[in-house]
T-cell receptor, first 115, second 117 residues
Framework: GAVVSQHPSWVICKSGTSVKIECRSL??????MFWYRQFPKQSLMLMAT?????????EQGVEKDKFLINHASLTLSTLTVTSAHPEDSSFYIC???????????FGPGTRLTVT | AQKITQTQPGMFVQEKEAVTLDCTYD???????LFWYKQPSSGEMIFLIY??????QNATEGRYSLNFQKARKSANLVISASQLGDSAMYFC??????????????FGKGTHLIIQP
């Protein structure tokens, strides 16, 4: 089956610093990748959608200057949380899809803690 | 209004019994897809089953089946013969549109299922 990896699996950073999270599709070409955020005991919320080679589309209320998304290749998308604050602490999960297929394959998630 | 509603925050079920997890949805798009995911405590999202809005038959995948009632806008997940390993959070999600482009999933709030021995 299709495999999506994320790195790192968890990260602790200090307030004001930036953190980059990688999402890779290991055995298929991901034309579209999605980034979700999940706060403790809550549901997943879509943050943004990125198509390879083009700018990401952000959901309402998500600051594009704070959450920088780059989808430079068909197997890699990155999410950079800039000037992180404690309220950015969350579980960040990416998913990837190939072409117009209905299924999204999820990565294992990255737990970010900002101190 | 919420697009995906899961009315059961938590459920306790005896092992080997069947369990139904409720999900209702709201969309005006004639083309949409409905998903169920399982999220164990490790956090990974495990795909269980998919139902397209134009699919004539209810989807089935092993012990999982989706009771799709289009007129009622409901897509309940049925797990037959529950097992201890089924204990997890279960999320219903919807994709609107024909696929491709900016159509990420909208998730419900989830149901925490606990299977008791």
């Amino acid at each position: 089956g299709a495999v999506v990896s994320q790195h790192p699996s968890w990260v602790i950073c200090k307030s004001g610093t930036s953190v980059k999270i990688e999402c890779r599709s290991l055995d298929f070409q991901a034309t579209t990748m999605f980034w979700y955020r999940q706060f403790p005991k809550q549901s997943l919320m879509l943050m943004a959608t990125s198509n390879e080679g083009s700018k990401a589309t952000y959901e309402q209320g998500v600051e594009k200057d704070k959450f920088l998304i780059n989808h430079a290749s068909l197997t890699l998308s990155t999410l950079t949380v800039t000037s992180a604050h404690p309220e950015d602490s969350s579980f960040y999960i990416c998913s990837a899809r190939s072409g117009a297929a209905y299924e999204q394959y999820f990565g294992p998630g990255t737990r970010l803690t900002v101190t | 209004a919420q697009k995906i509603t899961q009315t059961q925050p938590g459920m306790f079920v005896q092992e080997k019994e069947a369990v139904t997890l409720d999900c209702t949805y709201d969309t005006s798009d004639p083309s949409y897809g409905l998903f169920w995911y399982k999220q164990p405590s490790s956090g990974e999202m495990i795909f269980l089953i998919y139902q397209g809005s134009y699919d004539q038959q209810n989807a089935t995948e092993g012990r999982y089946s989706l009771n799709f009632q289009k007129a009622r806008k409901s897509a309940n997940l049925v797990i037959s013969a529950s097992q201890l390993g089924d204990s997890a959070m279960y999320f219903c999600a919807m994709r609107e549109g024909r696929g491709g482009g900016a159509d990420g999933l909208t998730f419900g709030k989830g149901t925490h299922l606990i299977i008791q021995p």
